[in-house]
């Protein structure tokens, strides 16, 4: 996950920083060198709210190739794999390799979330041919299932809804069926 700017936590400590290269409106990044760029995404440009996955475009893999704040499923096999632009500045995804059964890949849990509220997913999915990627959840009052046989990448989008007195909700990422997604 990438900061995109954070609030000061007491109201006398504000920080003003310019920079020539910045252009106004648009979200700030930070160099090699820890400056502050222009990122080139107007805020008007991402989808509605702030997302709540922590390393959601699967940037920090330890050396297992599982991603910071994720889970392995199963027996599956997990790569991070360069060089696929989700648009926001990430330059990885996670390529789940099944070992043989079904809803393997890597999982990520939500927690404290509000009671009865609808959250929305979007996810970019790829699949191998003939393999399908799936994304579900558990632990929701209703929850989310979608999928995608996708050889090219593609955006899917669904939702889930917490109950009345929300217990974590689990995102999952994986295979459908025996193979690369």
């Known amino acids: 996950m990438k900061f995109l700017g954070a609030r000061p936590q007491h109201e006398d400590l504000k920080l003003l920083v310019e920079d020539s290269d910045a252009v106004a409106g648009n979200l700030a990044e930070f160099d090699a060198n820890g400056n502050p760029i222009d990122s080139g995404i107007s805020p008007s440009n991402l989808i509605q709210g702030l997302s709540l996955v922590q390393n959601g475009s699967f940037e920090i893999v330890d050396s297992n190739s599982v991603p ?17 632009n989700d ?17 393997e890949g890597a999982k990520y849990t939500f927690r404290h979330l509000k009671p009865s509220t609808t ?4 996810i970019w ?21 979608i999928t995608s046989t996708d050889t090219t990448g593609e955006y ?15 995102l999952n990422v994986g295979s459908e069926t025996n193979g690369d997604i």
Do not use: H
């Open 68 to 84: 910071w704040c994720w889970e392995k499923i199963g027996t599956a096999t997990l790569a991070q794999d360069t060089g696929v």
């Open 125 to 145: 999915m790829k699949a191998t041919a003939g393999d399908t990627a799936k994304a579900w959840t558990t632990g929701g009052s209703s929850n989310l299932s």
């Open 87 to 103: 648009g926001f500045g990430g330059s990885n995804a996670l390529k789940v390799t099944s070992a043989g059964a079904s809803n």
């Open 156 to 170: 899917k989008t669904g939702s889930f809804t917490t109950d009345a007195t929300p217990t974590n909700v689990v």
């Open 119 to 122: 959250y929305s997913i979007r």
